[in-house]
DNA sequence: GTTCGGATACTCGTATACGAGAATCCACAT
DNA sequence: ATGTGGATTCTCGTATACGAGTATCCGAAC
């Protein structure tokens, strides 16, 4: 439910997001793996804060969903299995085909060009961890025109729960290729505004994606 | 996000948990009113615990989105204006649209008792505070079978968001037999395991209530 | 009478301190 | 050798204490 409003809430940075947004992108980046234990008095020392902020943070990556916690045991990475990556994905082609479908007629040429540049960027951008970032702001303005901020807040969630995993794709050269193509398809059908024929190719990119982590990920299927 | 598996959780509650559930509780019942400020340490001494159990409870409670917070002004129950209510409900009718679609074919007769029985507790419930959750309760009954646990633990939280505005439907004595009775239609269409049909008195469920409270909360656009 | 400036009060964020519960490990008995 | 019991240790949850930022209110000057 975070980022619903992220540029439009002037609150002062607490060091407690601070915290939440560096926790979030070791884990999103893989230098914190799946399952390891985030004990709060380590990370309150690592950071040079008490454990409270610390605690606050957890609590946050906790509701959405990338951490576990235990009132007694320490905190760790969220283990992800298979079938909990497939309801994400089942739960963001539902969410992302009506977005587009909403926003498509709505979308003005300035959010199709800014689409179009993060796709340039994608392609001239060597450095992999920063895919994640780029691949989400590339959806998130074809949606922009959708009207409704809710359901854009929910997407991003999903896209910051699963970014760790849509990294581990990324990751693999075969799927980058034929991924960036599938953007581009995108981008062309919602230029020339045809949702429907867009909510086919976006929700074929998602399956994709699907495919190949069912495929590539039977070993991160970790039970705790 | 909450209440993904609240069942299944076998978390012994903290003092935190127990005060989220209390202002929850409070809130959508009416007795915390849309913008009523909430002090960390008025809560804290009238609860009788110290601020960190209750802050940690706002924390909870915002991620949820019926609690605002600041870093540097005191929390207040949120304010939702007719678009957000709009906005909820249009992401509960693709939620639900879904989830009963996935839900329709695998529906055990187990569960479809389950939610009549829950109707004819609503019929014969004259306390108008616990309609609320016998609805959500009656509306989970029959998206259990969907086989996402995520997607209905979505739904549950946008059920608790927008559980204040429910019960202000339920309180108009039209609009609860009209209700009552579309409950009754999705049943039987349920029972004869006709998804599309279902789905369609589904969306008209949800879009009566978007209407009536259209027209009844002109009044309850506050704004902060 | 109005406006600007400063001091005061209020609320939250953060730090430190303490207590409770669970898991672990070792010793002892079988 | 193995199983059981208790003590120790580890981690979190909660309480108390302090500091910082903001809004408010009052008084003085224009």
Redesign the interface.
Known sequence: ??G?GDVLMQ??L?VAEQVANVLRESIAEGSLAAGTPLRQDVLAERFGFSRMPV??AL??LE???IVST???KSAHVARMDAT?IR??L??RA??ES?ALRLSVPNLGNEKLDEAGHVLKQIDAEPNVGRWGTLNRAFHLALYSACG????LG?IE?HHNAADRYVRILLSNLNYRSRSQSERRDLLTTCRHRDAEAAVRVLRKHLGDGMETLAHAGDGLAGKS
Chains 1, 2 share one sequence.
């Open positions: 439910m975070r619903l609150k002062p607490t605690r606050d609590r946050q509701a959405e969903g235990h009132p007694t909990e309801e994400i089942a739960v539902l969410l009506e409704n901020a809710r359901l929910l969630a």
